[in-house]
C-alpha cells in the first residue's frame, strides 16, 4: 500500500542546528510503502519499503544518496514515523540496490542530550522476491 509520493529536497545547509542529508543540494523523488499488510498474526522482519531515485531537479542539485543514505534514513524515519531497521531502503538507478544500515555506535555530544546512532553501510543488489514487492510502485519512477 503506498503511503506518501513525494519529491525530497535538501538545500546542504544546515537548518535548526541539524545536520542536512548531505552538505551539497540533492532531490530525489521518494515512495513510502508498507509491504506488511497482512492481518493475521505474521510478524514481518520488515514493514516498509522506502523506494528512492534521483531527481535531479536541476544540475546543482544532482547528489547522490550512496554515500549520504544514513543521514537520510535518519531524517525520514523521523518525519515520517518509520523505524530505521524494519525498513527496506532501495535506490532506483543504472542498477537496484538496496541499502544495509548497521548500527555501530552511539554516541552522546555534550551538545545534545540525545545520543546519536552511528551507521555501517553497505549495498546490495535487490533480491528477485522483493523486486517482485515493490515492482508496481517502480513503473513510473
Request: net charge positive; hydrophobic share 40%.
Amino acid at each position: 500500500m503506498l503511503l506518501h509520493d513525494f519529491i525530497y529536497e535538501w538545500d546542504g545547509k544546515s537548518n535548526k542546528g541539524e545536520k542536512p542529508v548531505s552538505w551539497w543540494p540533492g532531490s530525489y523523488r521518494v515512495k513510502i510503502v508498507r509491504i506488511a499488510t497482512d492481518k493475521t498474526n505474521i510478524s514481518y522482519l520488515v514493514h516498509t519499503a522506502v523506494i528512492l531515485k534521483n531527481a535531479k531537479a536541476n544540475p546543482t542539485m544532482n547528489t547522490s544518496l550512496k554515500n549520504y543514505i544514513h543521514n537520510f534514513a535518519q531524517i525520514i524515519s523521523k518525519e515520517y514515523d518509520l523505524n530505521i531497521d524494519k525498513t527496506l531502503w532501495i535506490e532506483l538507478g543504472d542498477e537496484i540496490r538496496v541499502a544495509n544500515l548497521n548500527p555501530e555506535q552511539k554516541l552522546v555530544s555534550k551538545q545534545k542530550l540525545v545520543p546519536e546512532i552511528l551507521y555501517a553501510v553497505s549495498w546490495r543488489p535487490i533480491r528477485p522476491n522483493e523486486l517482485a514487492i515493490i515492482k508496481s510502485y517502480i513503473k513510473d519512477m
